[in-house]
């Protein structure tokens, strides 16, 4: 089994607005990540935790912050974003954690995020 | 870091074999080929991945050069479920990032 489950599918906030989206996997995987992925484009890797701790922040703006409270569940708290925020946001997970060329990143099936 | 090129799209006949190369001339010792499919709006489904031997799994099957500059995934029989945009991706041995192309969008034509 290699599913990663996101929510919500879509997403519509306006600028004020306070939202999160949530990630989850079952799979005993160690390390998890944050993508934003914008149309026609690959995905942006913002985030990486790793057995639960924040390992990588690809100087991500303070307005995503992410949370891992364990290491099945992974959040991104959103406030006071812009409209070219506006993108798909994709969580993975891998098994190791490690960054080793071994270590596959699987992925969910993303959140559609519109801001207005 | 290793940077690839793909073709921008490929067109494919419904049961032939699909043949998607790429380009990693500047592909390090250490470094791993991967591929990634995205069907539009989905997430990036998981490939293949090698680093200097082929590959086969259930999906694909990976061939690499033997100077490890070029790559090339087959889809044996490529079905209209497989149209979608296929990533070719070099990861390096030490850390979390996926350096991904432009990716190769494949349509399969009944």
């Known amino acids: 089994d290699t599913e990663v489950t996101q929510t919500p599918k879509h997403l519509v906030m306006g600028m004020t607005n306070k939202k999160s989206l949530k990630c989850e996997q079952h799979?005993?995987?160690?390390?998890m990540y944050w993508y934003k992925q914008k149309a026609k484009k690959p995905p942006e890797l913002m985030f990486v935790y790793s057995y639960e701790k924040l390992s990588i922040n690809e100087s991500v703006p303070s307005r995503f912050s992410p949370e891992c409270p364990n290491s099945s569940l992974l959040n991104l708290h959103l406030h006071a974003l812009q409209p070219e925020d506006s993108a798909l946001y994709l969580c993975?997970?891998?098994?190791?954690?490690?960054?080793?060329?071994?270590?596959?990143?699987?992925f969910g099936p993303g959140t559609r995020l519109t801001v207005l | 870091d290793a940077k690839t090129t793909q073709p921008p799209s490929m067109d494919c006949a419904e049961g032939r074999a699909a043949n998607l190369p790429c380009n990693h001339s500047t592909i390090s010792g250490n470094e791993y080929v991967y591929w990634y499919r995205q069907i539009h709006s989905q997430g990036p489904q998981y490939i293949i991945h090698?680093?200097?031997?082929?590959e086969t799994n259930e999906m694909a099957s990976l061939i690499i050069t033997e100077d490890r500059k070029s790559s090339t995934l087959i889809l044996p029989h490529a079905t209209l479920r497989d149209t979608a945009v296929y990533y070719c991706i070099v990861k390096t041995d030490s850390n979390y990032q996926l350096i991904w192309g432009a990716g190769t969008k494949l349509i399969i034509k009944p």
């Open positions: 090698g680093l200097k031997n082929n």
């Open positions: 993975a997970s891998s098994q190791v954690g490690s960054g080793r060329g071994t270590d596959t990143q699987y």
């Open positions: 799979m005993g995987h160690r390390a």
